[in-house]
């Protein structure tokens, strides 16, 4: 089956510094990966995802890249703020499945 | 916007005691999921189902069974609650190989 592993386990950054998460999959057939974010004590929410036809996707501060041919893919946060600091998982499927594969979550936190 | 909603947001039972965690959800979705989150562990699957009477397991489905008799509920069952299952628990939905949509989730303390 799938394996994704994530990198680092915890991020510290000063507000306004960039943070970048990194994770690698396992399965080449894995064509969908999203990132979520859950904030504490709350459910874990969609933030962007990726589907393997493209190589990067943006939306404000944060943005996801895609490299199929090394496996692995990374959310990237810029101008951090204290209201990023929050537990994220990136997540990997293969295709025609539904079942994602998660990692094990990096714990970023932003000081003011 | 889609609606998942936990029974309870948090609970405490006796070791050894059956345990019943509800997943409601509105959005008409095929796939329902349970997952187990502890800190260190991320998300781990417990069961899965994609459609009515329906269930498949995940990675670690010892200890625990599923129900899903109508499409919008799926049902999470401690046979024997023991105290390694205290936990935190979600349950999330999705229309195919999309995006999850997660409830709030149920903290479980077996004491």
């Known amino acids: 089956g799938e394996n994704v592993e994530q990198h680092p386990s915890t991020l510290s950054v000063q507000e306004g510094d960039s943070a970048v998460i990194k994770c690698t999959y396992s399965d080449s057939a894995s064509n969908y990966f999203p990132w979520y974010k859950q904030e504490l004590g709350k459910r874990p929410q969609l933030i962007i995802d990726i589907r393997s036809n493209v190589g990067e996707k943006k939306d404000q501060r944060i943005a996801v890249t895609l490299n199929k041919t090394a496996k692995h893919f990374s959310l990237h946060i810029t101008e951090t703020q204290p209201e990023d600091s929050a537990v994220y998982f990136c997540?990997?499927?293969?295709?025609?499945?539904?079942?994602?594969?998660f990692g094990r979550g990096t714990s970023l936190i932003v000081h003011p | 916007d889609v609606k998942v909603t936990q029974s309870s947001r948090y609970l405490v039972k006796r070791t050894g005691e059956k345990v019943f965690l509800e997943c409601v959800q509105d959005?008409?979705?095929?796939?329902m999921f349970w997952y187990r989150q502890d800190p260190g562990l991320g998300l781990r699957l417990i069961y899965f189902s994609y459609d009515v009477k329906m269930k498949e397991k995940g990675d670690i489905p010892e200890g625990y069974s599923v129900s899903r008799e109508k499409k919008e509920r799926f049902s999470l069952i401690l046979e024997s609650a023991s105290t390694n299952q205290t936990s935190m628990y979600l349950c999330?939905?999705?229309?195919?190989?999309?995006?999850?949509?997660f409830g709030n989730g149920t903290r479980l303390t077996v004491t």
């Open positions: 999330a939905t999705s229309g195919g190989n999309s995006p999850l949509h």
């Open positions: 997540a990997a499927s293969i295709g025609g499945s539904y079942i994602p594969t």
């Open positions: 959005m008409d979705h095929e796939n």
